[in-house]
């Protein structure tokens, strides 16, 4: 299986602080993540005034403001992205953003990354897809609150406009995802009817689902982390910590090397024990030479060092070519 990207999401769970920023990059080093992400918005261009809370924000960070509000308390600033990307590169850590408004696509693409993460929300954004096609930048895109007509649509514009490579992954919007609505299945639906590679961006508590998706074929995993999950913001109770982060990461390449080439065979570790789990024809008691073998004079035991079991039948009807003792192997 090829190399599976984990994309650490660092989301807005800075608060808005650049130090926390830099604390998280090196966070998602330490746990192996291949890319730290960030959200690059300017409030007044990403929602109107009047926009209200999600029902979870409304939950995690209170009632008494609008989204607009809130969003400016979570900001980071042009200067703050340009100081995380010269931190990234320090440290060797790979430096991702998503841009939610059209400025902010022309602010990041000055950033040469490795390719664009478009999230659910702008799915349905024309301006915004063209803007991002004509880059011709590979994509990631996720797609929770979309169907498959939606998703094509999207696929169809980013190509026509010069896009020539797009990852989908499978989503679902809420923070965090019930189980039951997960519906990792639709992975496939995607795949199929895209003819995409395909991911998996996780909003479930855990790591379960991730490491699932995985098993399902997904090339990528996103995945919102905090590093403290009570931390005051929207989305640090739906988010790993650093020490789940690193456990997906470990469980991601564990998985990689456990999925193998699909071919049914034996195996170099479990050679060695052939012999000792398998059987042989064995003489169930004692057997003189010139008797013919019948299955009253022999049976199967281990070890499988001697005549395979499946000779049985060309074992019996011939005669013994020296005396056994119970328990000896049979030969012919």
């Known amino acids: 299986m090829e190399h599976v990207t984990i994309i650490a999401e660092a989301g807005v769970n800075h608060n808005g602080d650049l130090s926390l920023a830099k604390k998280m990059v090196d966070a998602a080093k330490s746990a192996g993540a291949d890319y730290i992400k960030f959200q690059t918005f300017q409030p007044e261009k990403l929602v109107s005034k009047f926009a209200g809370k999600a029902e979870y924000q409304k939950k995690n960070t209170g009632e008494d403001e609008t989204q607009l509000q809130m969003l400016r308390k979570l900001a980071l600033t042009k200067e703050d992205f340009v100081e995380i990307k010269k931190y990234c590169d320090e440290v060797d850590m790979k430096f991702i953003s998503t841009p939610f408004d059209l400025g902010s696509i022309e602010f990041l693409e000055k950033f040469d990354m490795d390719f664009w993460k478009i999230p659910s929300g702008e799915v349905t954004n024309l301006p915004y897809l063209e803007a991002i096609g004509k880059t011709g930048r590979k994509v990631i895109m996720s797609t929770g609150m979309c169907n498959l007509e939606e998703i094509l649509n999207a696929v169809r514009v980013l190509e026509n406009c010069g896009t020539k490579e797009i990852i989908?992954?499978?989503?679902n919007t809420q923070y965090p995802t019930?189980?039951?609505?997960?519906?990792?299945?639709?992975?496939?639906?995607?795949?199929?009817?895209?003819?995409?590679?395909?991911?998996?961006?996780?909003?479930?508590p855990g790591i379960e689902v991730s490491l699932a998706a995985i098993a399902l074929g997904a090339?990528?995993?996103?995945?919102?982390?905090?590093?403290?999950?009570?931390?005051?913001?929207?989305?640090?109770?739906?988010?790993l910590e650093t020490g789940e982060l690193e456990k997906l990461v470990c469980g991601a390449r564990n998985i990689e090397k456990a999925i193998g080439n699909g071919k049914k065979e034996l195996t170099p570790s479990e050679k060695e024990n052939v012999a000792v789990a398998r059987k042989s024809i064995i003489a169930k008691k004692d057997i003189k030479a010139g008797e013919p073998f019948t299955a009253d004079h022999i049976t199967t035991k281990r070890p499988g060092t001697g005549i395979s079991p499946?000779?049985?039948y060309d074992v019996i009807g011939k005669t013994a070519p020296r005396d056994f003792k119970e328990d000896e192997m049979i030969e012919l």
């Open 168 to 171: 989908l992954l499978h989503c």
């Open 178 to 204: 019930p189980y039951e609505d997960v519906n990792l299945s639709a992975m496939k639906s995607i795949a199929e009817a895209s003819h995409k590679k395909i991911g998996y961006s996780d909003h479930t």
């Open 219 to 239: 090339v990528v995993i996103e995945k919102h982390f905090t590093l403290d999950k009570n931390m005051p913001g929207p989305d640090h109770k739906a988010s």
């Open 310 to 312: 499946m000779k049985w």
